[in-house]
């Protein structure tokens, strides 16, 4: 029968067409009924705290770190996703343990997303606790200081550049008023982050550079897992 479609162009297309739809079923229809997992929640899905149960808002700090990496940049060079791959969950894990797969969850709140497309250097998901202050210091003033033959630029101008965070704290009042009145979730957790911030950073907080917004971004980055130790610095 198939032997028709040779000839004949009307069989041709509606073999193909036939071969299409299995190919389509085989893709799409058959593999969530093989692997149950694919209909399931996320594990650590939780109502309460918010879409994942562990990945919270960015503070105002942390959100300027991230305006940094957009503008800089950085996203050229570094990807923002752990693959199913094991050369990925091997290169990215830390001290023997594999960095878990990146999944829809974590990025929620994470817009525009900066999964970047191309690795000229290492991934970053999961860079948040890996090193501390004083490395990402070195670092950016100039990666050569610690990684010999690095290419990646320095970025000096990032000491200097001061981050203003009196807009921030002004519209957290407004945020913390409305959300003593209506109790929205989202509200609360964005005053608290805001409060917690504040505490924090007490008198420094007229004192900030980029780079102290940078760091607080990147230490957030693969924390939503809850994978690592908070404090397991290298050095
Ligand atoms: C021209 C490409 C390029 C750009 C742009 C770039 N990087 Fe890199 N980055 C690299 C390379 C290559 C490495 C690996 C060598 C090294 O550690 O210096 C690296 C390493 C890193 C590391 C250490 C990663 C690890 O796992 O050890 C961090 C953190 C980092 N970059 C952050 C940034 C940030 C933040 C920006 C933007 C301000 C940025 N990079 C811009 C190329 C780049």
Redesign the pocket.
């Given at each position: 029968m198939l032997k028709k479609a040779d000839t004949s162009a009307i069989w041709a297309i509606v073999a193909s067409l036939v071969l299409f739809f299995i190919g389509g079923l085989m893709t799409t229809v058959v593999p969530p009924m093989v692997d149950k997992s694919w209909g399931q929640p996320f594990a650590n899905a939780d109502k309460s705290k918010g879409p994942t149960g562990h990945l919270r808002r960015l503070n105002g700090l942390e959100l300027a770190g991230r305006a940094?990496?957009v503008r800089?940049?950085?996203?050229?060079?570094?990807t923002q996703q752990i693959r199913t791959l094991l050369a990925d969950t091997k290169r990215?894990g830390w001290k023997g343990v594999d960095a878990p797969i990146s999944t829809p969850d974590e990025f929620v709140y994470d817009s525009p997303h900066m999964f970047g497309t191309k690795r000229?250097?290492?991934?970053?998901a999961r860079?948040g606790g890996?090193?501390d202050t004083q490395w990402?210091r070195t670092?950016?003033r100039n990666?050569?200081d610690?990684?010999k033959?690095?290419?990646?630029?320095a970025?000096p101008w990032?000491f200097t550049n001061k981050v203003d965070l009196t807009g921030y704290f002004a519209e957290a009042d407004v945020i913390a008023q409305k959300a003593a009145a209506t109790k929205d979730p989202a509200l609360v957790e964005q005053a608290a982050l805001a409060a917690d911030l504040k505490a924090k950073l007490g008198p420094q907080a007229a004192n900030l550079t980029e780079f102290d917004a940078?760091v607080a971004?990147?230490q957030t980055l693969g924390r939503a897992k809850d994978w690592r130790e908070a404090n397991d610095y290298e050095k």
């Amino acid at each position: 029968m198939l032997k028709k479609a040779d000839t004949s162009a009307i069989w041709a297309i509606v073999a193909s067409l036939v071969l299409f739809f299995i190919g389509g079923l085989m893709t799409t229809v058959v593999p969530p009924m093989v692997d149950k997992s694919w209909g399931q929640p996320f594990a650590n899905a939780d109502k309460s705290k918010g879409p994942t149960g562990h990945l919270r808002r960015l503070n105002g700090l942390e959100l300027a770190g991230r305006a940094v990496y957009v503008r800089e940049g950085c996203w050229y060079c570094h990807t923002q996703q752990i693959r199913t791959l094991l050369a990925d969950t091997k290169r990215y894990g830390w001290k023997g343990v594999d960095a878990p797969i990146s999944t829809p969850d974590e990025f929620v709140y994470d817009s525009p997303h900066m999964f970047g497309t191309k690795r000229t250097g290492p991934d970053l998901a999961r860079i948040g606790g890996r090193y501390d202050t004083q490395w990402h210091r070195t670092h950016f003033r100039n990666p050569r200081d610690l990684v010999k033959g690095s290419i990646m630029p320095a970025f000096p101008w990032l000491f200097t550049n001061k981050v203003d965070l009196t807009g921030y704290f002004a519209e957290a009042d407004v945020i913390a008023q409305k959300a003593a009145a209506t109790k929205d979730p989202a509200l609360v957790e964005q005053a608290a982050l805001a409060a917690d911030l504040k505490a924090k950073l007490g008198p420094q907080a007229a004192n900030l550079t980029e780079f102290d917004a940078m760091v607080a971004y990147l230490q957030t980055l693969g924390r939503a897992k809850d994978w690592r130790e908070a404090n397991d610095y290298e050095k």
